[in-house]
Nanobody
Framework: QVQLVESGGGLVQAGGSLRLSCAAS????????MGWFRQGPEKEREFVAA????????YYANSVKGRFTISRDNAKNTVYLQMNSLKPEDTAVYYC???????????????????WGQGTQVTVSS
């Protein structure tokens, strides 16, 4: 079956950096768009970043533009999220997800994604 496993979360001071990884198995990785979402306490799960199958295009939420970078290595079946200049408001559980296509380019819509990882906690201290 399909499995997405996130890693790299932890506790970091404001202004610091973390790199999240998501390793995929049970699917043809290069056939899927990949995304990152996050969910803070008592908040709705929200879009963070997405990247198309070949890595030809990437997309970001306004709140993370200029600070976060999404990338993928199809040879390793892995998608990454490099997070720099972290802020306390970035504190959340971060989830990776896989989508076979983006109808009407709805990369920001969680309903576009068929598979989800279990999440990894990121905590940014003041």
């Amino acid at each position: 079956q399909v499995q997405l496993v996130e890693s790299g979360g932890g506790l970091v001071q404001a202004g610091g950096s973390l790199r999240l990884s998501c390793a995929a198995s049970g699917l043809t990785f290069s056939s899927y768009h990949m995304g990152w979402f996050r969910q803070g306490p008592e908040k709705e799960r929200e879009f963070v970043a997405a990247i198309r199958q070949s890595g030809s295009n990437s997309y970001y939420a306004n709140s993370v533009k200029g600070r976060f970078t999404i990338s993928r290595d199809n040879a390793k079946n892995t998608v990454y999220l490099q997070m720099n200049s972290l802020k306390p408001e970035d504190t959340a559980v971060y989830y990776c997800a896989a989508a076979i296509h983006f109808r009407a380019n709805y990369y920001y819509d969680k309903n576009s994604y068929a598979y989800w990882g279990q999440g990894t906690q990121v905590t940014v201290s003041s």
